[in-house]
């Protein structure tokens, strides 16, 4: 996806202390990014909808 939501703040799970071994999530209102915490801001980024994202989730539990 080429479309990103406005400015918002990056986070990381709380779990992963001060790791940067991590994914970061966005959550905006109709997309979710994903990046890698080592590469903030130079590397690649995911985005996809949020029903994707949710699909995704759902996927993890079950």
């Known amino acids: 996806m080429t479309k990103?939501?406005?400015k918002?703040?990056?986070f990381k799970s709380s779990r992963s202390a001060q790791?940067?071994?991590c994914v970061e999530v966005?959550?905006?209102d109709d997309?979710?990014?994903v990046r890698d915490t080592k590469d903030r801001g130079?590397?690649?980024e995911l985005w996809v909808t949020a029903?994707?994202?949710d699909a995704f989730l759902?996927?993890?539990t079950s």
């Open 58 to 60: 759902a996927g993890l």
């Open 51 to 53: 029903q994707q994202w």
């Open 26 to 28: 966005f959550l905006g």
């Open 4 to 6: 990103k939501p406005p």
């Open 19 to 21: 790791a940067n071994e």
């Open 42 to 44: 130079q590397g690649p």
């Open 8 to 10: 918002g703040e990056w």
């Open 31 to 33: 997309l979710v990014g």
